[in-house]
């Protein structure tokens, strides 16, 4: 405030040379013994020269000053003009248009970078001067709108990720900020598209199977849990089914986990085509599958089973398996009152279905002890071979082998194997006495 004081100097001193001139004059009419004005003139004048040197000094200074703040104030103006044009992300500046009542109409987009312009397929050139609205399409400036005069009257930032329209704006996914000003908004807008699939990915990779692009046993239980509460809000029944593959080890045994994988990706898609497109089914580890379907009951179960028998039927006499797929279902009914947690309604429906694979088991038991046995005819290759006749021996061998046996000693021959008797005319060799 001195400052402000002091350049007043000049004033105030060419107001009290004033005064003292006009007391000078007022002395010397009244005849006083003071010295006249002609005589401290020169000393009036020399006082006004140095206030005004004075004046003009400060003066200077605070000229020096302002200039100084000037440049700084346009050096840094400068440099946020370059960092927001060399931004990657999409800035724009935006002054309030208001009426005379003072109620906001429109923006004005005072300065865009090349990155926002990009991104909603603008120049630069195109969109500097222009109202809001008439910039950018009708629907996305019309929620803008309202958006950014909440966020100017609430005097609150507006921050944001949303899902857009890539023939609207060059992104799919954007985060959006748009912080108040003195009488305007600062928006800044990025592409987080890539992001956005990492994270969806990512997610999904939580929560589905990947081989048979189920729901997994996080991602069933989650949602299925959700459904059950809607479902008791609302009053409805809901239905929760547990199916298990027969004999999948036996089919990883003989034809290989390929083959076994090839049977889980068909069984998935036999459960997905058999119930509705709102119900929810997961693989819950293994061979093991799990289907919730609200607004369902007994008879709700019964249409499944019977069309999840029908495809089942119409895949296996496809040939696209070497083996036979079987299924058992277990399920139970699930009433708006049953308070049971989703685990406890999971193993209801477990102990359903392996209380049918055991009766199953005793029936396919009980048909193969009463079924007749089939008498087989056996077959050239399992026929027992013909017992060949002897071969006779020529009488000549016959007579040699009994003249040999006869002259062997008695001790240690059996009798009740004996050669053939000699046939007559035949020579028998003698020993010398």
């Known amino acids: 405030m001195f400052d402000h004081l002091a350049l007043r100097t000049p004033f105030w001193g060419a107001i009290s040379l004033a005064a003292v001139s006009a007391a000078g004059l007022s002395l010397g009419q009244a005849g006083s013994t003071l010295p006249s004005l002609v005589d401290v003139s020169p000393w009036i004048a020399g006082t006004a020269l140095l206030v005004a040197v004075a004046g003009w000094r400060l003066l200077h200074r605070d000229l020096l000053r302002r200039t100084q703040d000037d440049d700084r104030l346009r050096d840094r103006v400068q440099r946020l003009h370059d960092a927001m044009h060399a931004n990657v992300d999409g800035m724009f500046l935006l002054r309030s248009v208001r009426s005379a009542a003072g109620e906001i109409t429109d923006f004005e987009i005072s300065d865009v970078n090349a990155s926002g312009a990009a991104t909603v397929y603008r120049t630069r050139d195109q969109l500097i001067g222009r109202p809001l609205r008439e910039a950018l399409p009708g629907p996305i400036a019309e929620l803008l709108f309202e958006r950014y005069v909440d966020a100017i009257t609430l005097r609150s930032p507006l921050v944001e990720e949303v899902r857009v329209n890539r023939r609207t704006l060059a992104a799919s996914w954007l985060f959006h900020q748009a912080a108040p000003t003195a009488d305007g908004l600062a928006v800044t807008i990025r592409d987080v598209s890539v992001r956005k699939r990492d994270e969806i990915r990512l997610r999904k990779a939580c929560l589905v199977d990947e081989l048979t692009q189920l729901y997994n046993r996080r991602g069933f239980m989650t949602l299925a849990e959700q459904h059950l509460r809607i479902a008791r809000r609302q009053g409805k029944d809901a239905l929760v089914m547990y199916v298990d593959m027969d004999n999948f080890k036996q089919l990883n045994d003989t034809h290989g986990h390929a083959m076994g994988d090839r049977a889980l990706k068909a069984v998935s898609r036999l459960l997905q085509s058999t119930v509705r497109d709102c119900d929810i089914v997961g693989r819950m580890g293994g061979d093991e599958f799990t289907v919730i379907a609200l607004d369902a009951d007994g008879n709700g179960a019964k249409a499944i089973q019977k069309r999840l028998d029908e495809r089942l039927a119409l895949f296996n006499a496809s040939g696209e398996l070497p083996a036979t797929l079987a299924l058992t279902v277990g399920h139970t009914r699930v009433r708006s009152s049953d308070s049971a ?72 021959v059996s009798t009740s194997h004996t050669l053939p008797a000699p046939v007559p005319g035949t020579l028998i060799p003698t020993h010398a006495a």
């Open 341 to 412: 947690a989703l685990p406890e309604l999971l193993a209801r429906a477990d102990q359903l279905l392996y209380a049918r694979k055991r009766r199953r088991r005793l029936t396919n038991a009980t048909a193969a002890r009463h079924q007749p046995a089939v008498q087989q005819t056996p077959t050239s290759a399992t026929r027992r071979p013909a017992r060949l006749a002897p071969m006779p021996i020529p009488p000549e061998v016959a007579a040699v082998a009994h003249a040999a046996a006869m002259a062997l000693p008695n001790a240690g």
